[in-house]
């Protein structure tokens, strides 16, 4: 059987929708089967080939990844889309997302991701309908035309609170191409989904750029904001949604589908599952020494006080000792650099010597000057300020509790630490706290999975997102 074929670069250059005569010439150098007619096998698969001379000559590119799509009578393909509408998937990562919708029955018609790992774990658990694809040069010719459903999610981190939050990071530019896309494809309804840091400040122009475009292509909108712990799984991840609609249909509020319950309910039964290699601390180790001071639900934190901070100088076996009276000092720091602000970034200042006299009821200058000795204090412009900050790591996760967002250092001790165990956690562990079933396996270094697990869409959210926007599908 034949079907349509297309052919992309591994370099993101689109070069040729069905071309039987390109097909034919490309033939000769492909490393794979031939069919009877000498072109590409069809067959419901991604694969990546390398050709020889003929390819360089024609596009100066080493290799090509073929794109193959059974075709289907057309009566076949309206029962299909009946049964099963469809949907397409930009940014789609390894497919966490995605994951929700076909859960939900939708049929991924393609999914587009820059990153060749996320792409190939797509392929291999959700069925062979990814590309690695720069966005930025827009849609592939032809591709997604006529799907009922488009979701989108573009990268996070230019304007995730946890990151630098540059104003002008080009990743920003992404969130308002994706409506772009989408107003040029027309599906029926369109789905776009980012951080709450998105929303927020200057960096709102970019979701209104969005909103904009899609109001302006004839789409009603609505927007809504998804905590896991409402939609079935044990984390604080916060994202915000936008659902676009050109079908007349009204839509009620997205709401929760089901509480998502504590560490302890998804972190049972993990022996010989699938990416769980948990690493344990070296006992002698900086990390394993600072982790064993943490009690769950504890963090290393020196600008915070109360019984879920502990300070680098409640650990002096790693940073060092202090007495009494520079402890006090440090504490004093801690009170005034926030409640005396100068500057309008950020949450704390360096504080004057006489605001500390006056906090302490001591002169603070001996103390001082030994604390800077010893690493915990600096001084500038007569100003003083702690060293280490550390705020937001070494957190120990609690098993009573849902976890914080799983991030793409999720991970790493260094931000994050098992509950119990002196480590932190394995892809599993993070993808289980998603709510990834184990059937769905991670390939790729350690990191790459983690940094795919990391940027997902929770399946079980996914899911709840996809029965909603059912509700805006014509029959
Ligand atoms: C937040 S992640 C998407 C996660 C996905 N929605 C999921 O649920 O698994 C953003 C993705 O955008 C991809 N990306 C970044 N720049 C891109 C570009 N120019 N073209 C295509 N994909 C890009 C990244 O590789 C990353 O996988």
């Given at each position: 059987?034949?079907?349509?074929?297309?052919?992309?670069?591994?370099?993101?250059?689109?070069?040729?929708?069905?071309?039987?005569?390109?097909?034919?010439?490309?033939?000769?150098?492909?490393?794979?089967?031939?069919?009877?007619?000498?072109?590409?096998?069809?067959?419901?698969?991604?694969?990546?080939?390398?050709?020889?001379?003929?390819?360089?000559?024609?596009?100066?590119?080493?290799?090509?990844?073929?794109?193959?799509?059974?075709?289907?009578?057309?009566?076949?393909?309206?029962?299909?889309?009946?049964?099963?509408?469809?949907?397409?998937?930009?940014?789609?990562g390894c497919g966490g997302f995605d994951l929700g919708f076909v859960q939900a029955g939708f049929?991924?018609?393609?999914?587009?991701?820059?990153?060749?790992?996320?792409?190939?774990?797509?392929?291999?658990?959700?069925?062979?309908?990814?590309?690695?694809?720069?966005?930025?040069?827009?849609?592939?010719?032809?591709?997604?035309?006529?799907?009922?459903?488009?979701v989108?999610g573009?990268?996070c981190?230019?304007?995730s609170l946890a990151?630098?939050?540059?104003?002008?990071?080009?990743?920003?530019?992404?969130?308002?191409?994706?409506?772009?896309?989408?107003?040029?494809?027309?599906?029926?309804?369109?789905v776009a989904e980012n951080v709450a840091g998105s929303k927020?400040?200057?960096?709102?122009?970019?979701?209104?750029?969005?909103?904009?475009?899609?109001?302006?292509?004839?789409?009603?909108?609505r927007e809504f904001t998804c905590v896991g712990t409402d939609y079935g799984v044990p984390q604080l991840r916060k994202r915000c949604l936008v659902v676009?609609?050109?079908?007349?249909?009204?839509l009620p509020d997205l709401n929760g589908c089901s509480a998502g319950g504590v560490l302890r309910d998804v972190l049972g039964n993990l022996?010989?599952v699938?990416n769980h290699?948990?690493?344990?601390?070296?006992?002698?180790?900086?990390?394993?020494?600072?982790?064993?001071?943490?009690r769950p639900g504890q963090k290393?934190?020196?600008?915070?006080?109360?019984?879920r901070?502990?300070?680098?100088?409640?650990?002096?076996?790693?940073?060092?000792?202090?007495?009494?009276?520079?402890?006090?000092?440090?504490?004093?720091?801690?009170?005034?650099?926030?409640?005396?602000?100068?500057?309008?970034?950020?949450?704390?200042?360096?504080?004057?010597?006489?605001?500390?006299?006056?906090?302490?009821?001591?002169?603070?200058?001996?103390?001082?000057?030994?604390?800077?000795?010893?690493?915990?204090?600096?001084?500038?412009?007569?100003?003083?300020?702690?060293?280490?900050?550390?705020?937001?790591?070494?957190r120990r996760l609690e098993w009573q509790r849902p976890s914080y967002t799983v991030d793409t250092?999720f991970g790493?001790?260094?931000y994050f630490l098992h509950p119990s165990e002196?480590?932190?956690f394995s892809a599993r562990e993070a993808a289980r706290i998603q709510g990834f079933p184990d059937s769905f396996?991670?390939?790729?270094?350690?990191?790459?999975?983690f940094?795919m697990i990391g940027n997902a869409v929770p399946p079980p959210m996914g899911r709840a997102v996809a029965d909603f926007v059912r509700l805006a599908?014509?029959?």
């Amino acid at each position: 059987m034949r079907g349509q074929i297309q052919f992309l670069t591994d370099l993101g250059l689109w070069i040729s929708s069905l071309d039987q005569r390109v097909a034919r010439s490309l033939s000769g150098d492909l490393q794979s089967p031939r069919t009877p007619e000498g072109v590409v096998p069809l067959a419901e698969e991604h694969l990546s080939l390398t050709f020889g001379k003929k390819v360089n000559r024609i596009s100066k590119i080493r290799s090509i990844s073929v794109f193959a799509t059974t075709p289907q009578e057309p009566a076949t393909m309206a029962r299909a889309k009946s049964a099963s509408p469809s949907f397409g998937s930009l940014f789609s990562g390894c497919g966490g997302f995605d994951l929700g919708f076909v859960q939900a029955g939708f049929r991924c018609a393609g999914a587009f991701d820059l990153d060749p790992v996320a792409v190939e774990n797509h392929n291999k658990n959700l069925g062979s309908r990814a590309i690695a694809w720069d966005l930025r040069n827009g849609l592939p010719k032809d591709m997604l035309t006529g799907v009922d459903v488009l979701v989108a999610g573009p990268p996070c981190q230019g304007f995730s609170l946890a990151g630098g939050r540059r104003m002008n990071d080009p990743r920003n530019q992404l969130l308002p191409l994706a409506a772009t896309i989408a107003a040029t494809i027309r599906p029926q309804v369109f789905v776009a989904e980012n951080v709450a840091g998105s929303k927020s400040g200057d960096h709102k122009s970019y979701w209104e750029s969005l909103l904009g475009i899609m109001k302006e292509a004839g789409y009603a909108t609505r927007e809504f904001t998804c905590v896991g712990t409402d939609y079935g799984v044990p984390q604080l991840r916060k994202r915000c949604l936008v659902v676009a609609w050109r079908t007349n249909k009204n839509l009620p509020d997205l709401n929760g589908c089901s509480a998502g319950g504590v560490l302890r309910d998804v972190l049972g039964n993990l022996d010989g599952v699938s990416n769980h290699d948990p690493v344990q601390l070296e006992p002698d180790s900086r990390i394993a020494k600072i982790a064993r001071r943490l009690r769950p639900g504890q963090k290393l934190c020196n600008v915070r006080q109360g019984s879920r901070s502990v300070h680098t100088w409640d650990i002096p076996e790693v940073f060092g000792r202090t007495n009494a009276r520079e402890r006090q000092v440090l504490e004093a720091l801690i009170r005034t650099r926030r409640r005396r602000r100068v500057r309008s970034s950020g949450d704390a200042d360096p504080v004057p010597i006489d605001v500390l006299d006056a906090d302490l009821g001591f002169p603070a200058a001996p103390f001082l000057q030994t604390l800077k000795t010893k690493g915990f204090v600096r001084e500038r412009d007569s100003l003083f300020d702690l060293v280490h900050t550390f705020n937001g790591k070494f957190r120990r996760l609690e098993w009573q509790r849902p976890s914080y967002t799983v991030d793409t250092r999720f991970g790493d001790p260094r931000y994050f630490l098992h509950p119990s165990e002196e480590r932190g956690f394995s892809a599993r562990e993070a993808a289980r706290i998603q709510g990834f079933p184990d059937s769905f396996v991670f390939s790729g270094p350690t990191k790459a999975q983690f940094r795919m697990i990391g940027n997902a869409v929770p399946p079980p959210m996914g899911r709840a997102v996809a029965d909603f926007v059912r509700l805006a599908l014509n029959d």
